[in-house]
């Protein structure tokens, strides 16, 4: 059990370009989840998978914010055109559905910062 | 819906002296409660959990929460601050299908 990885764990990047962040689960977990952690507030959904299929996204995921699963196993979050309220940690997280109350286990969070 | 309200966005105690965060709970069904701590810079990690099993649940570094269904809380207790407790902590809600939900957060300032 190597725990959840999220790369990069910082990226500084210019207003309007485009950024992507990976993570890969624990290997055995299917569900995946992404939140988003501003200074001073705790971590607020985005999205999340089971296995490849988006089940459910938040209305603060806008069109310019677009995550994948391809094959059930790492994730990749992008977001297009940054702005600088895009300036946040970025929590990755993943779980194991069929019984309730599952630990969602988190990564280290990959910062942004849009200058 | 399914919501936390943690009680106090700082809180500060001596070493040695007794934590107690507070947390109260929203939930249209029997709710899976949980308390993650944060260092600077870090990733949420899990204190503890409760799931319906035991009221009183017992997590890492000596922390402990008691669910109270009368009161809908979920209270973080630990009898002595130690320095390397000083952190953000935050509760969670989630349901059946673990869709979780954050409280704002508290954060624990120790002072020797």
């Known amino acids: 059990d190597t725990g959840v990885s999220q790369d990069p764990r910082h990226k500084i990047t210019k207003r309007g370009q485009n950024v992507t962040f990976r993570c890969d689960p624990i290997s055995e977990h299917n569900r995946l989840y992404w939140y988003r952690q501003t200074l001073g507030q705790g971590p607020e959904f985005l999205t999340y998978?089971?296995?490849?299929?988006?089940?459910?996204k938040s209305r603060l995921l806008s069109d310019r914010f677009s995550a994948e699963r391809p094959k059930g196993s790492f994730s990749t979050l992008e977001i297009q055109r940054t702005e600088q309220g895009d300036s946040a940690m970025y929590l990755c997280?993943?779980?194991?559905?069929?019984?309730?109350?599952?630990?969602?286990?988190f990564g280290e969070g990959s910062w942004l910062t849009v200058v | 819906a399914q919501s936390v309200t943690q009680l106090g966005s700082h809180v500060s105690v001596s070493e040695g002296a007794l934590v107690l965060l507070r947390c109260n709970y929203s939930s249209s069904v029997p709710p899976y409660l949980f308390w993650y701590v944060q260092y600077p810079n870090q990733g949420l990690q899990l204190l503890l959990k409760?799931?319906?099993?035991?009221?009183l649940v017992k997590g890492i570094n000596g922390f402990e929460a008691e669910f109270k269904k009368s009161e809908t809380s979920f209270h973080l207790t630990k009898p002595s601050a130690h320095m390397s407790d000083a952190a953000e902590y935050f509760c969670?809600?989630?349901?059946?299908?673990?869709?979780?939900?954050f409280g704002a957060g508290t954060r624990l300032t120790v002072k020797p």
């Open positions: 997280a993943s779980s194991l559905s069929g019984a309730s109350g599952n630990t969602i286990y």
């Open positions: 969670a809600v989630s349901d059946p299908n673990n869709d979780m939900r």
């Open positions: 409760y799931t319906s099993a035991a009221t």
């Open positions: 998978f089971q296995n490849e299929a988006q089940l459910e």
